[in-house]
């Protein structure tokens, strides 16, 4: 059935009527058409803009889905840019022409519409749902006009052995398609219901209404039916031709916007659309999911990579900084001749001062002198002849099993030698080490998992299962006990294919990626952070500087440095505790772990070196001769109060107790010992001292709103955003294209999200982060102070401090632990709120008393203050108390 275009209602939310048009031309079989159309320039002098934006909806929505584009992109300070979105034939509010148009009828469409417009270039075509296929077929057609290609939730081909959409599936099902597509909306409504959050009612109906009835809604299910799942189909050829040609678009700019949470385009549609487009852009919205325009900032993203249209191309984050996987895949030397020392051609330099991570173990191939100990594996004990031989035998294998140069590995090991012969493995062949701690939990840990998009995964038996239970589309090898029985191959396997096959590709380049670490996730979802080779040498290096011995071990009680003992050429040990627990390091796990290397340095979070100095009456006479031969304390990871310092130092009296400041993204920055802090007096922040050698820090000084400026400035004095430049400084965050160009906008300088103060002695004072600014009537705030002199009230243990109410007219209010502790949350009592009061600074409107205040499971030390923060407004509103 036929039927002539509907006329838009009035009065849809976010919607300008003058936007709207109708387009009438011939199509590709010579018939009149009318298309509907929304334009932002409609009337307007087209020689304003520099291009157009040529949006293209999917199924089973309509032009209205680019509503905050056009908005975007209609206002007074928006770049000089046209937007078109185009409602297809048969849906939105074109015409109902009762034909079926299949993929190439409907990429001919769309340059039937782009003609009638008179569109001549520069275009950027913005694609969602089966719009993006439509979308990129017109690109290729309009090579001479494309300028960009920006893609969200879509894809161009269904791999191989990957089941297709269970929504589509579903729909597709026998008798079921023209039931709940044509008949009824529930089609429809099922796919507004993935919108996150949950679209308003109006919003839900403006989608609606230009599918009030079954001959509306005909296209819905022919759009669904048109989706060629086998080589039979009609649309196949021209779905293929669209997929194998995007190669012809390496040179186009290109943005692919992504929302995680999507059950009809998964991870498998984004790798397979990454390989076909290695030099796109990526940006994942976490939380977001398959309406991402409805989700996300889509046109706040679109807004800001415009410009880049004008700058030359970037490296291929898909393959590396190589540019390409296989330009590493270059056979090349044995694992024997990993033995050699550094400086032969074997072991090329990671820069041109640095040596490769692996260095220092390719020194001492032939020393049978303790590498490492494993205090929770009975005192296991490897040697560094063998630590070495093992990581060659290893390396091997992984190439001879099918691991190649820019694969992405994902690590899921207790520190120990199985991981340390694992990583710098995979470092020497060109794998991409990826790091997520199990501390981030399983919600954490599959989003991180599935961001970084590995390709293997090493994990004990706990992680194999995971993996299983939560399909992840990696190739499982198993480290320890129990792995055959999850279907995985093991590292022993590996090892003794290695043995007999001991060819090596070539070292990596200095330039190429060697991991991903992922953050905490204290401060929102966890970020990957990606190092290069050169990058990772020169943190190796930073953290050398900082006072550790040059003959003696060290006890390695906080993750990163189990991998950086035997870069450092330093015999590790691991002591007896729970890595995703900090607090579960004992006095006496400790002690016993600087006994089994005779350590003299020692490094451990706050959270554990508090249990350490808590249970500090357990220890015998021999443990605490142990803690006596430790002359360096290193802590860190989250402010360290002083008064834990000398609390160590009591148990170890020979140490000068260091708390070096950094963060997963450029680690160290800065280093203070006690007796500086000491110095240095009470301050409005923590003090963190001076920076490295090597290091440059800067601050963008906040204005009355809390912003900081755009650029950094080197001065004393002024409290601002922390900036960094150093050598070991990350080298992008992965697929957090936005994340990214926020945090590195300042060439050559890292916003590290942190607030502070660089004193006149060059000291800086940490005072909190950029998120927990309070902004009152009274200015603008800093939290770490305030909560340093809260914390001076006998009976307060920890406080964190947060705002209520709205930017500007911020409530101070106050969540502490206390002593005695409580059992359940309740406002405080007079007494303890007006010596808070007394104390803070700045008025305090409440303070509400906790169990235990939330913070990361890695460190178990970040305090959670944007919950927090909620948690206390809800109760202020006069909501329960519950847990915070």
Known sequence: ??????????????????????????????????????????????????????????????????????????????????????????????????????LAQRIAD??????????????????????????????????????????????????????????IR????????????????????????????????????????????????????DFVADIPLSPDHPSWPALQQVAQRLGDLADV??????????????????????????????????????LLAEDADVAGAVAAW???????????????????????????????????????????????DRRPLWAALADRADDRSVALVELARGGRRVSWSLLWRRVGQLAAGLVASGVRPGDRVALLVPPGADLTAAVYACLRIGAVIVVADPGLGLAGMNRAIRSAAPAHLIAVGPGLAVARALRWPVRRIGAGPGAAALGATTLGRLVRLGAAQPELPAAPAPDDDAAVLFTSGSTGPAKGAVYTHRQLAAMRDALGGLGLPTDGGIVAAFAPFALFGPALGLASAIPDMRVTAPRTLTAAALADATAAVDASAVFASPAALRNVVDSGGTLDDRQRAALEGVTT?????????????????????????????????????????????????????????????????AVAALDADGI???????????????????????????????????????PGWHRTGD????????????????????????????PVGIEQRVESVPRIARAAVVGVGPRGLAQVVVVAETHPGVRRAALADAELTDAVRAVAGPPVAAVLVVPALPTDIRHNSKIDRARLSRWAARVLAGGRLGRC
């Open 1 to 102: 059935m036929t039927g002539a275009p509907e006329t838009l209602p009035h009065g849809l939310p976010g919607l300008d009527p003058a936007w709207s048009r109708l387009v009438t031309a011939a199509d590709s079989q010579g018939v009149r058409r009318t298309w509907h159309v929304l334009d932002s320039a409609a009337g307007a002098d087209q020689r304003r803009y520099a291009g157009t934006l040529l949006c293209v909806h999917g199924n089973p929505t309509w032009a209205y889905l680019w509503r905050h584009l056009l908005a975007r992109f209609s206002s007074p300070d928006a770049p000089p840019w046209r937007v078109v979105a185009v409602d297809h034939l048969d849906m939105g509010f074109s015409e109902r022409t009762g034909t079926v148009r299949g």
């Open 110 to 167: 769309l340059g039937t519409v782009t003609d009638a417009l008179g569109l001549t270039g520069p275009v950027v075509t913005v694609g969602h749902d089966w719009g993006g296929a439509i979308s990129l077929g017109w690109a290729l057609r309009h090579r001479d006009q494309l300028r960009g290609v920006v893609l969200t939730n879509t894809a161009v081909h269904q791999p191989d052995g990957s089941p297709a959409p269970a929504l």
């Open 170 to 221: 579903l729909a597709r099902s026998p008798g079921v398609l023209p039931a709940v597509t044509v008949r009824t909306p529930t089609f429809l409504r099922a796919t507004l219901a993935l919108a996150n959050p949950r679209l308003t009612t109006p919003v839900r109906e403006a989608y609606l209404a230009p599918y009030r009835t079954a001959r509306r809604r005909q296209a819905v299910g």
């Open 253 to 290: 700019p290109t943005l692919l916007l992504w929302g995680p949470r999507d059950p009809v385009f998964g991870g498998v549609h984004l790798r397979d659309l990454r390989a076909r487009l290695p030099h796109a852009r990526l940006h994942r919205f976490e939380g977001a999911g398959h």
């Open 306 to 352: 415009l410009p880049e249209l004008d700058r030359p191309p970037a490296p291929t984050e898909a393959a590396g900084r190589s540019g390409s996987i296989e330009a590493l895949a270059r056979p090349s030397g044995t694992a024997e001749a990993l033995a050699r020392p550094s400086g032969t051609a074997e072991v090329p330099a990671a820069g041109a």
């Open 633 to 697: 304390l290193l802590s860190a990871g989250a402010p360290v109060p002083a008064a834990l310092l000398e609390r160590a130092r009591e148990l170890m009296p020979k140490a000068q107790p260091h708390t070096p400041y950094g963060m997963t993204e450029v680690l160290p920055v800065t280093d203070v010992t006690l007796d500086e802090i000491v110095d240095a007096g009470p301050g409005d922040g923590v003090c963190v001292g001076r920076p490295l050698p090597g290091v440059r820090v």
């Open 708 to 746: 900081p400026a755009d650029e950094p400035a080197e001065v004393t004095g002024v409290t601002g955003e922390i900036m960094v430049r150093a050598a070991h400084v990350k080298d992008r965050y992965d697929a957090l294209w936005l994340t990214e160009r926020d945090s590195s906008r300042n």
């Open 755 to 782: 607030v502070g103060t660089l004193a006149a002695d060059g000291r800086l004072w940490v005072q909190g982060r950029l998120a927990h600014v309070l902004v009152t009537a009274d200015g603008v705030l800093t």
